[in-house]
């Protein structure tokens, strides 16, 4: 049974992240701030405050005393989603490699660095920052990579399947094209929603095509060529950057027994500790751009939240018990797995017009959303 | 003597503003970031991260238990450079009100909130940060009140002069138009260079008209209405008000036992943390921005250089002296009167047009200076 103090501890834990998002919807609101200047703040978020975040947590992390049952279970939720989500795009005529994408970052990408890591600390103490610092590594070094090729792969088969259907074009050709068509925004958690930047670029992908037709008629060389493109776009994100260095060096400091010298860690720090105020706020002045807080209407929305706080937390829940996970260990999985949507989720799906309102509706919907369900869970889970 | 380890301390203390400033730097200089979307940033510190900062300083600063001689040594030191430069504007004919604010600045309002703390910190302890705070309290509760009616003075005095030079119009409709034209910009700290925001207002600035005269031909109640305008400005400046609400609640706070919730504590932390690192880095990108570094020219420029790091110090010193400070407590004095100009006086200048290209080669040299200079003023201290 959880008592009326560590309840309010929680509480505690999760008021100034929506304090700060407060603030920048109000800034928005009240006009205290342009919407380029809302974007130069987003923009030193993404470049500078987040992969600092990632790289202090990321290096500070000892990657030979990780909890590996742990990790396994949330491989596994993931894994098992994906799966699941792969073999319905194949049997069912309504699914599409654009669905599972959509449907996969909904149910098991949660918040985990900005509102997990507090928010986990409130309930669980430090031992869950520790938890939740071991699935950052993998969402970052492996999660979102494969979520930024999956989109790249869908929007070189558009590019082809349009190619296609007009004549035999070689494929470089067409990959040239498509590198100039869709350069990721590396430096945006929030994109700026004024801007016309994506108004030219593949206004047909509301409608992807079915991934199977495509997949049988792209050849070797471009498969292996989007495959270049993609590891070299992925590279220029500099949260993604920041997770392979902090990794490299966690895995050398841990085996020599070195610490980052403190004038380092300090630098690292006086920008990093900006960036759960900075990237909350910069939540807020998003919400308050959107002419919508649902934009896909009413049914998809239930959709989305259902995935993001049914079926992600229930298949974290199953796949932590089949790994033998219980106590604080079991609770703390699956309550991370009940956060809201993270951002850069949204930020993909807008860079590659891939279900972005949907999206939209769930870092909105959920973020309001997960401040009772978290705290719900959080006392189910202690009864 | 100063060891070699306690000297790194400081360099490892110094070392993340001097890199958080040059990533700011960078930041323009490879056009990462736009002039608006800077423009964004600073705003975001002088609306939000700077003020709660000062407020959460200032509100956990115990006032029944300050150091009333450390405070004496700074008051003494400010007072007598002030009483000192209005004797000389009164007996030189070089002199005037706007020499002698912009000296008076120069010589006495170090960057104590975001340089002062952190450095003082690494070379003299923690003991130190309690002593910057009282000397922030001041600073915010009085000095720059006192430089802000300063300005306010000289801009009623310009528009009246001019006024008086034309026919005899009513103080209170001059007032008004000065209340137009003068709009304190109480959202930066950086002010944005490329921006014509001042370009109109006083080009008559450059040589301001002796204060004496003008003071003599100003009626009691135009005085009177400077002082409310003044005052209704200053309230405007969200610096100077969390400074107030600061002070007030310490007052009650320390008198009742009582403390902050944790709840709002961290709630505004989420944000003033921010401050620092996003200070500097506006700085950086401030200095990016200008032309050039030197802007007032050479001799100028070294009469700055010598009321920041010789003229302010040496006050400091006699002035502890004469007070009986000694040991650590005259160090910190001496060390943070050493440190470099506040960006704010800066901002005041260029608001109300005095003298804005010696505050602005002020801050940009003295930032750079100050690294050798406090070093070595913190050596030659500890000999």
Redesign the interface.
Known sequence: MISKSSLYHV???M???Y??MG?GYA?VRFR???P??????N??VA??AMPLLIFRMISSNDPYAMNLRFIAADTIQKAAILAALALWARLSARGSLAWVVTLFSLATLPNTIIMGVPILRGMYGSMSSTLMVQIVVLQFAFWYVLVVFLFEYMAAQRVLVAKQQQAAAPAAVVLTVLDGDQQINA?AVVPVTEGDRDADTNTEAATPPPPADAAASMTAPSVKLILLMAAKKILKIPSIHASMLGLVWSFIAYREGIKLP??ID??V???S??A???A??SVGTFMAQQSRFISCGYSVASLAMAMRFLVGPAVMAASSLAVGLHGDLLHVGIVQAALPLAVISFVYAKEYNVHAEIMSTGVIVGTFASFPITIIYYILLGL
Request: aromatic share 10%; hydrophobic share 55%.
């Open positions: 509480v505690e834990a008021a100034p992240l304090v700060a603030l800034s205290a701030f342009t380029e200047q809302c974007a130069g703040i923009h030193f470049l500078f430096s403190s004038i300090d630098s720090a006086i920008i500790v900006s759960t105020g900075l909350t706020f």
